[in-house]
């Protein structure tokens, strides 16, 4: 078998050698996948073991998705925009390359597993970090009318929005505090880790309207702590974060293997888990 694994610290909650083993047994590839755990200063040593051990391919977690970005020769186009990796192989060539598939999954649980449309919405966007820079460039490639990043911390999101106006085409993108969007959006995603803490984006209520999509880049068991503010204000339609984390390894697994496995019976098993 081709060995593959995650990388991260911790990652013995992750689940990815779950959805890539059933990505396997779905597909019939001979890969196993494993959860490695590397020390906090120790990243490019793991890494570089793994492949001289002949792996083949890793995803990488918090909090190392920068390192392996840094760490990486070679880095797509969207890795590059990202500033952030979560995917990593060795090219034909032996050259260490980084991919990032988090913003291809959120796109792909909203467009196909959801069917929101993208094109022409006006989406607000919550946080500035790591998580909101790896998606933005996907996001903004679906045309949506416009794009409002709203941050605890003003100046990160007018740092993205000068990052991305570049690639933003006719997409009109701005930055804002919490407390200043009161119209309703289409699309509100959550991208803050505010929940972590057990709090709230200070937001409007008026953000929410009947037709407002609300989306959690987080996942739990419960509803999340934000989607639950967004039921109670009266949103309709809230998703969390699993179809993007199911659809990001899918396209992992499609880069590694060459084949796209189906997603909607992964993310069903991992519902009822
Ligand atoms: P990640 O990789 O999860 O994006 P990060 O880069 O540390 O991690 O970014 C965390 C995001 O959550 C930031 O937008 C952060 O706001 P600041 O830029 O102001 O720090 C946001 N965040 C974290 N805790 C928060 C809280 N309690 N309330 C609101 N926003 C919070």
Known sequence: NDLYA????????????RIHSLFASQTGEAVEYTAIQAPLD?????????????????????????DAWKLAERRTER????????????????????????????VRDLVRNHGVRLEGADILV??????????LGP??????????????????????VELFAPVAGSTQLSACAFDEPREPYDLIINGTSASLQ?????????????KTVVYDMMYSLQTTTFN?????????????????????AAESFRIWRGVAPETAPVIDELRDD
């Open 6 to 17: 995650v990388v991260g610290n911790p990652v013995s909650h992750s689940k990815s050698p």
């Open 198 to 210: 057990g709090d709230l984006p200070p937001l409007s209520p008026e953000v929410i309207g009947e």
């Open 79 to 106: 890795a590059e925009k990202a500033g952030a990796a979560n995917t990593l192989y060795q090219d034909g060539a032996g050259v260490l390359t980084a991919d990032n598939t988090d913003g291809c999954g959120i």
């Open 126 to 135: 919550l946080g500035a970090g790591g998580a909101v820079r790896g998606v």
């Open 228 to 248: 639950q503010w967004a039921l109670d204000q009266g949103a309709q339609t809230v998703y969390d974060g699993l179809g993007m984390l199911v659809e990001q």
């Open 42 to 66: 120790g990243f490019p040593g793991t890494v570089r073991q793994f492949f001289e051990r002949g792996g083949q391919g890793l995803n990488v977690t918090v909090p190392f998705k920068e």
């Open 139 to 160: 996001l903004l490639a679906e045309r949506p009318a416009s794009l409002t990043i709203a941050n605890r911390t003003l100046a990160r999101a007018q740092a993205l």
